[in-house]
């Protein structure tokens, strides 16, 4: 079955070091992972997607991810935390079976607290 | 253009009322989403339609659950007989259909059955 996994429910890190939330994938075939942001009581804020191409993946805020597929993650990335980027983080992998439309596979969530 | 806009954004109601949440799309996405988010997780596909066709719908979507998109535009989630279990944030979403396009949410309605 197909799944997303988020490993810490919370990750904490110090303003100006860089961090890291982790994801995990199953699927069968080739994955279109994505990440997005939720701050409190908003909606999902998109980030960055793989479909294909460079393993390396920029997106809005100075946000990156990394895809592996030996290792089946897709962690989330920045050089240079921010307190504002304090928020609950959600990788999501498309549904194999939708055919093309965004019907989305979601992890729980990983809290991100950024301390000054 | 605004994004994807839900209404209401809070709903609470007591058990066993009906209740409708509406949700605009970006205007030229013709694919549209609901998802539902309980505390603690993360969001649950629940229905998508492709212009007013309805082309998939989840097994959370029980009976008490109907959605609709009849001009291809809005759509709105109605829930019959509210129970406290349907407490949760209904996210409301949309997507152009070029290949490969994220999906953009609204704010959601968080809807509290008391």
């Known amino acids: 079955a197909q799944s997303v996994a988020q490993p810490e429910d919370q990750v904490n890190v110090a303003e100006g070091n860089p961090l890291t939330v982790k994801c995990t994938y199953s699927v069968s075939g080739n994955p279109y992972l994505f990440w997005y942001v939720q701050y409190p009581n908003r909606g999902l804020q998109f980030l960055l997607k793989?479909?294909?191409?460079?393993?390396l993946v920029k997106g809005s805020y100075g946000f990156e991810a990394e895809f592996n597929k030996s290792q089946t993650s897709f962690h989330l990335k920045k050089p240079s935390a921010l307190v504002s980027d304090s928020a609950l983080y959600f990788c999501?992998?498309?549904?194999?079976?939708?055919?093309?439309?965004?019907?989305?596979?979601f992890g729980a969530g990983t809290r991100l607290a950024v301390h000054p | 253009d605004t994004g994807v806009s839900q209404d209401p954004r809070h709903k609470i109601t007591k058990r066993g009322q009906n209740v409708t949440f509406r949700c605009d799309p970006i205007?030229?996405?013709?694919?549209l989403y609901w998802y539902r988010q309980t505390l603690g997780q993360g969001p649950e596909f629940l229905t998508y339609f492709q212009n007013e066709a309805q082309l998939e719908k989840s097994r959370l979507l029980s009976d008490r659950f109907s959605a609709e998109r009849p001009k291809g535009s809005f759509s709105t989630l109605e829930i019959q007989r509210t129970e406290q279990g349907d407490s949760a944030m209904y996210l409301c979403?949309?997507?152009?259909?070029?290949?490969?396009?994220?999906?953009?949410f609204g704010q959601g309605t968080r809807l509290t059955v008391v």
């Open positions: 979403a949309s997507s152009s259909d070029r290949m490969n396009t994220e999906a953009f």
């Open positions: 999501a992998v498309r549904d194999e079976a939708s055919g093309g439309y965004n019907k989305l596979i």
């Open positions: 205007s030229e996405h013709n694919r």
């Open positions: 793989y479909i294909t191409g460079d393993n």
